[in-house]
């Protein structure tokens, strides 16, 4: 079934921070480097002191600016992008999956999906490391099949990042 829908600005900045969560492997090095760098700025050698604190506020700085700034530039990207805001189109089928806008129509192959994410709102399906497409799980309400897409990615593709 073919169903239409649109990206709001605020579906683009939740899928903007799905896509920019750590995965647990990354999530896990961060806490192992932040605890070696507390351990190091407390008990370590006192010449070795100060550049693990500037170590963990420059960490600090990174985190905040993730959680603080990036809904911010997020927004600003969502209004310069004014491709975003055009009506998409999806249709599911079985070896791949249709996208179309008004301007252009994609076939995605399960082959040629790289990875794919998801929340309780959003699967964002990525054809490379950075461009993905959003699929907004609200799009149940229209008749469009969200567990079977999430099925055909474990299958075709794995388990979601």
Not at 5 to 19: F, K, P, T
Not at 35 to 63: E, K, R
Request: hydrophobic letters at 50%; one cysteine or more.
């Amino acid at each position: 079934m073919l169903v239409s829908y649109r990206i709001s600005q605020e579906d683009y900045v939740n899928a903007m921070r799905l896509h920019d969560r750590l995965m647990p492997r990354p999530a896990l090095i961060v806490v192992a480097v932040v605890a070696g760098m507390a351990i190091v700025a407390t008990y370590g050698p006192v010449w070795l002191q100060p550049a693990s604190v500037g170590a963990l506020c420059g960490l600090l700085v990174v985190m905040l600016f993730n959680w603080g700034a990036s809904p911010l530039i997020a927004r600003r990207r969502y209004r310069l992008y004014k491709a975003i805001h055009e009506e998409f189109g999806i249709l599911l089928r079985d070896h791949d999956f249709l996208l179309w806008t008004s301007r252009t129509e994609v076939t995605v192959s399960w082959a040629k999906v790289r990875g794919w994410r998801e929340n309780s709102d959003y699967v964002l399906v990525y054809v490379m490391p950075r461009l993905f497409y959003i699929v907004p799980k609200s799009l149940r309400k229209k008749g469009f099949d969200i567990e079977t897409l999430t099925r055909r990615l474990r299958e075709h593709v794995g388990a979601p990042a």
